[in-house]
């Protein structure tokens, strides 16, 4: 399936739809990135039409959120544009590079995009307990079990990083790695399956 990357234009334009329906509980796009991200790396790729009342939160039931079917049939383009960037990077084996926004400092936190990739496995939480219940392969998820939980209230949510977020910075430096390693655990998975299916 031939498919053409999105441009920098089209992302300002899905970055700015996002952001005008934040406040109603849609994604940024940092987070949407991590969905897609559990979504293609995980037990089963769900298309972006499928989620949009979690991509959009309540302007998803708001008649006015987009001013005609063709300003909403783009974003859904759009958003089906970024979920095919991701699913080529993981199909091809090339690197993984998580989209992470800078704060007003111009700090990289990553917990939008490990909160969103959680998101995610929640609509896959049984198939999920395969990879948690895989020693080894279950590490692929504590950089971004790290950071989706970095400032949680509840300390003993958060045991993997230190009082001054030392290992933060390892953490951001293995998401690519932990997206596809996941994706390479499910993966193997589907093949074993459907190999067991044709004995």
């Known amino acids: 399936m031939s498919h053409t990357p ?7 334009a899905l970055d700015a739809t996002l952001q005008r329906f934040v406040a ?9 990135d991590g969905f897609f991200a559990a979504l293609l790396a995980g037990p089963e790729p769900l298309k972006p039409q499928d989620c949009l009342p979690m991509i959009l939160g ?34 091809d084996g090339t690197v993984f590079q998580p989209w ?5 400092s111009g700090k990289v936190n990553g917990n939008d995009w ?16 395969l990879l948690f219940d895989n020693e080894e392969e279950a590490e692929a998820l504590v950089p971004i079990m790290a950071l989706a939980f970095e ?9 993997f990083l230190g009082e001054d977020g030392a290992e933060r910075d390892n953490w951001l430096a ?6 596809s390693r996941i994706h390479g655990f499910f993966d193997a998975l589907r093949k074993s399956l459907e190999e067991d299916d044709q004995d």
């Open 24 to 32: 109603q509980g849609a994604m940024n796009l940092e987070k949407l």
């Open 174 to 179: 293995s998401i690519s790695d932990s997206v």
């Open 114 to 129: 490990a909160q969103g990739f959680m998101e995610g496995m929640t609509l896959f939480n049984d198939d999920w307990g």
């Open 6 to 12: 999105l441009s920098e234009k089209d992302y300002l």
């Open 100 to 104: 992470l926004a800078q704060d007003e």
């Open 151 to 159: 400032h949680h209230p509840d300390p003993e949510m958060r045991p």
């Open 58 to 91: 309540e302007a998803f039931d708001d008649e006015t959120a987009f001013p005609s079917i063709k300003s909403l049939e783009q974003f859904v383009a759009l958003l089906m544009g970024h979920w095919l960037d991701i699913a080529h990077s993981l199909r």
